[in-house]
């Protein structure tokens, strides 16, 4: 492990939100390095699935500063124009991107906070983490998980139909992930598609850049004291993208109640119904990935940490972006990462003025 380095801010994650605070950070002058653990950049997006698509045209799934170029043939960009898009942002504006850093721990040290690393350790006087929630998949605590005999996997771990030809599988989630995934297996495989209350597809003609505007209204009407209008939820919970309503529209996507257990070769209702499956694949969602923050001690119930916008409550010098409505209005999407960036990083150069 090389000596101990110094940065005015250290950032955490190399991502769409790392980059995003990244350009506003370099916008105000600041001296700083993004961390990323990482080999290639691109953050999440290079582990995701072939045929996942954005919830939004290219047009309306841009990082402040620079529109995201239309993919040809694409209305929703997939992918790996995202990953394509990502890295060409972080060379545009020579974000000083470190990678692979995997980040250990985050420690207070006097008036600084330590970043230690698998390769180093640097001392700063803020930190913005933004690792998201990819690398900590959630998996429900299902009777009879650890029996079942055929495969098992997480929306983490998913790549394409091609894996499963011909098999019966269960997809379990009435989320974007598991509509996208029931959709993608449909027609090559014995699906079964299970949810835990019947599937809500939002309106044909909402995406990703409608979905920002009523999570920004709800934020605004949170703060404001007034009534909580639902925001996103109230509208549904699929986006209906071109594969996702094809898919419905051919009766592809029939949901199923959730399941009571799992038996070696099969699910089972609580009605003794069975459906035999060779593999199942649990699209249920992510938590936070925080575990570096553990040594600060500021993680509260649900495992969250108190935040005052994307502020750490009972740490002033942290910052956490990109997580979800918790750290800002859709602040885990393209399109909604931008405004928080922006108030972190104002934020983070107002404290260093005030320390000089």
């Not at 922006?342 to 005030?354: H, I, K, Q």
Request: glycine content about 12%; hydrophobic content about 40%.
């Amino acid at each position: 492990m090389t000596g101990t380095r110094h940065a005015q801010v250290v950032v955490i994650g190399g991502g769409q939100s790392g980059l995003a605070a990244g350009y506003h950070l370099r916008r105000l002058g600041l001296d700083f390095i993004i961390l990323d653990a990482q080999p290639e950049p691109g953050g999440a997006w290079q582990h995701a699935w072939d045929s996942l698509r954005l919830f939004s045209p290219a047009a309306f799934s841009s990082l402040p500063g620079r529109p995201m170029p239309v993919q040809t043939g694409q209305a929703y960009p997939d992918a790996a124009h995202v990953v394509g898009y990502l890295t060409e942002y972080e060379r545009r504006y020579d974000l000083p991107v470190h990678r692979p850093v995997r980040v250990t721990g985050v420690h207070r040290d006097g008036g600084l906070l330590r970043v230690e690393t698998d390769s180093s350790i640097w001392r700063a006087e803020s930190v913005i983490s933004a690792t998201g929630t990819w690398w900590r998949p959630f998996l429900p605590a299902v009777p009879g998980r650890e029996d079942f005999r055929g495969r098992q996997l997480h929306t983490a771990e998913y790549r394409g139909s091609r894996d499963f030809v011909d098999q019966r599988v269960v997809v379990v989630g009435g989320g974007n992930s598991g509509a996208q995934i029931a959709a993608d297996l449909a027609y090559d495989t014995e699906l079964t598609w299970v949810t835990q209350r019947p599937p809500r597809f939002l309106p044909d003609d909402i995406d990703g850049r409608a979905l920002f505007d009523v999570a920004t209204a709800r934020r605004r009407a949170l703060d404001e004291g007034r009534t909580d209008t639902g925001g996103v939820a109230s509208l549904g919970d699929i986006v209906a993208v071109p594969p996702v309503r094809e898919a419905r529209d051919a009766g592809l996507l029939k949901a199923s109640p959730m399941f009571a257990t799992l038996d070696r070769d099969r699910v089972v209702w609580a009605d003794g119904t069975r459906a035999a499956a060779d593999a199942v694949i649990w699209c249920t969602g992510f938590r936070p990935a925080l575990s570096h923050l553990a040594p600060l001690g500021l993680r509260g119930p649900r495992g969250r940490i108190a935040t005052e916008g994307t502020r750490a409550v009972a740490e002033p010098r942290l910052h956490l972006l990109g997580y979800g409505d918790w750290t800002g209005p859709a602040s885990a999407t393209l399109i909604g990462v931008g405004r928080p960036a922006r108030d972190a990083a104002g934020e983070v150069a107002a404290l260093l003025d005030a320390g000089t």
